[in-house]
């Protein structure tokens, strides 16, 4: 059983700055692509940046030089660099791994972690 495990929300002024971090149990995941989503009360979940474990990450457009993701292949781990944040940036953030097969994929999700920003 895949379980996703994040930390790092929290309460920043606007300007400031969070990392958020994510590390999926289990292995032998293969082919797959790790990133983190956003849900805002009154608001569906969105996706803010992914990055395949070959290849060039993407971004949102609204978090395009703000944010940053990486990942941690021999850690299983994905992380989220948030930089400038705004008051439209408050929402709760879901690490999000979706492992592609031949005949589809499969999505696991973290529990979420909750970023407030306000002066």
């Known amino acids: 059983q895949v379980q996703l495990m994040e930390s790092g929300g929290g309460l920043v002024q606007p300007g400031g700055s969070l990392r958020l971090s994510c590390a999926a149990s289990?292995?032998?995941?293969?082919?797959?692509?790790m990133g983190w989503f956003r849900q805002a009360p009154g608001k569906e979940r969105e996706l803010v940046a992914s990055?395949?474990?070959?290849?060039?990450?993407n971004y949102a457009d609204f978090v395009k030089g703000r944010f940053t993701i990486s990942r941690n292949k021999a850690r299983n781990s994905v992380y989220l660099q948030m930089n400038s944040l705004q008051p439209e940036d408050t929402a709760v953030y879901y690490c999000?791994?979706?492992?592609?097969?031949?005949?589809?994929?499969?999505?696991?999700w973290g529990q979420g972690t909750q970023v407030t920003v306000s002066s």
């Open positions: 990055i395949p474990y070959v290849g060039d990450a």
């Open positions: 289990g292995r032998g995941f293969g082919h797959n692509v």
């Open positions: 999000n791994l979706k492992l592609i097969y031949d005949t589809g994929t499969r999505e696991y």
